[in-house]
């Protein structure tokens, strides 16, 4: 029963995201490409085939501008915190938000960068860095590194606590990382080299 309800949530957290945002992505074609399509028709005198996907690719990248500029991120804010009032609209939309997130590069929620931890219990541990910080048990400040290292999928996953002296960090985008786990190691290449840019144990500025 442990491993049933263990691969039903996994499954759930899979592939809802991914079926909210095929079908988000379906609806706003459908919707863009209705009422676009017959305006297109008139102005044209015929019908032209992918004018409705570029004109969807065109609006999503008219927003992802809009939402860039100071005063375009200040309203989507304000209208974020509305909608998050919502219970329904809550419970789907920060899920998704907090998943798209944590793979996206320019993103402070998301994972930060591929790390390399020499864990002398598990040895060479592979996870992806999401918080430097810093503990103070009484005798000064000890650097810590929040490690999240996927186990069953790469949704699913552990936090570990490391000090900063026993984390390295590979030459490996955020990207290969996730395509490393997702293939279960096979993604990997024959010879992995750590980042001279920052040494073994030295944690990245923090953003």
Do not use: C
């Not at 004018?51 to 100071?70: I, K, Q, R």
């Not at 960068?113 to 996870?127: C, E, F």
């Amino acid at each position: 029963m442990q491993w049933l309800r263990r691969s039903l949530i996994a499954g759930f957290v899979v592939t809802v995201p991914l079926i909210i945002t095929v079908a988000a992505f379906l609806w706003l074609f459908q919707f863009i490409d209705g009422v676009m399509s017959p305006a297109y028709a008139r102005w044209i005198g015929r019908e032209v085939p992918g004018l409705g996907l570029a004109t969807l690719l065109v609006s999503v990248l008219f927003v992802g501008v809009f939402a860039t500029n100071v005063l375009g991120s200040r309203l989507l804010t304000r209208g974020e915190a509305y909608l998050m009032r919502l219970p329904v609209f809550r419970a789907v939309y920060v899920p998704v938000k907090q998943l798209v997130a944590a793979f996206s590069p320019d993103s402070r929620m998301g994972f930060k960068q591929v790390v390399l931890v020499d864990d002398p219990r598990r040895g060479l541990v592979l996870g992806f860095l999401t918080k430097r910080f810093a503990l103070d048990r009484g005798n000064g400040d000890e650097d810590l590194v929040a490690v999240y290292v996927p186990t069953n999928h790469i949704y699913f996953g552990d936090i570990h606590v490391y000090e900063s002296s026993v984390v390295s960090y590979p030459d490996l985008s955020v990207q290969e990382g996730v395509q490393i786990f997702l293939t279960g190691g096979m993604a990997l290449s024959a010879q992995l080299r750590i980042d001279r840019g920052q040494p073994a144990g030295a944690a990245p500025p923090a953003p």
